[in-house]
């Protein structure tokens, strides 16, 4: 059974870094691209960042660029994203997502919060 | 960046409608579109790849459909567990986006 278990979410203070972890298990890891997709209280989804298979090519959103960083260890089974100078802007439910052969995103964790508030 | 705008923000329906969303690019995609269904609480659930192809263990009564810049998705009868909301979704080009959302609820 395919698992995606995130972890490392809490309350942060403005400016405040985190890492979040992506533990998978139940598929061979090692051979999917993966992402994160954030959704703020109440809102839509958004994209966030993207690696592919083998952790060499990586892609942000513009609102991310410059202070998230995606990375994942193969050998770990396990994606994460290096989240800093986080504003309140950064508010939200954060899932980690397999892609599909097409890119879409078929397995997706349950999700983890990260507030940042003073 | 590619603007998906999806229609109506609202769908009020009874059980056993037929449901018709509406998801439009500020560029074309050519089929490089999904969607997904979110019950609250959870985690989004691929129902549709690339406009038209369910995702496995999608029930028959939901079908994607359209190219380019205008796509629709169908539910011929809805069930009680269909009350969600949907997006769209493109994977055209960087930044991946998605549109804002269709609410479908019970009438």
């Known amino acids: 059974e395919v698992q995606l278990l995130e972890s490392g979410g809490g309350l942060v203070q403005p400016g405040g870094s985190l890492r979040l972890s992506c533990a998978a298990s139940?598929?061979?890891?090692?051979?999917?691209?993966m992402s994160w997709v954030r959704q703020a209280p109440g809102e839509g989804l958004e994209w966030v960042s993207t690696?592919?298979?083998?952790?060499?090519?990586?892609y942000y959103a513009d609102s991310v660029k410059g202070r998230f960083t995606i990375s994942r260890d193969n050998s770990k089974n396990t994606l994460s994203l290096q989240i800093t100078s986080l504003t309140t802007e950064d508010t939200a439910v954060y899932f980690c997502a397999r892609h599909d052969y097409s890119g879409c995103y078929d397995f997706w964790g349950q999700g983890i919060l990260v507030t940042v508030s003073s | 960046e590619i603007v998906l705008t999806q229609s109506p923000a609202t769908l009020s329906l009874s059980p056993g409608e037929r449901a018709t969303l509406s998801c439009r690019a500020s560029q074309s995609v050519t089929t490089y579109l999904a969607w997904y269904q979110q019950k609250p609480g959870q985690a989004p659930r691929l129902l549709i790849s690339?406009?038209?192809n369910r995702a496995t263990g999608i029930p028959g009564r939901f079908s994607g459909s359209g190219s380019g810049t205008d796509f629709t998705l169908t539910i011929s009868s809805l069930e009680p567990e269909d009350f969600a909301v949907y997006y769209c979704?493109?994977?055209?080009?960087?930044?991946?986006?998605f549109g804002q959302g269709t609410k479908v609820e019970m009438k």
């Open positions: 139940g598929f061979t890891f090692s051979i999917y691209a």
């Open positions: 690696v592919t298979a083998d952790g060499n090519i990586t």
């Open positions: 690339d406009a038209s």
């Open positions: 979704k493109q994977r055209s080009d960087w930044p991946r986006t």
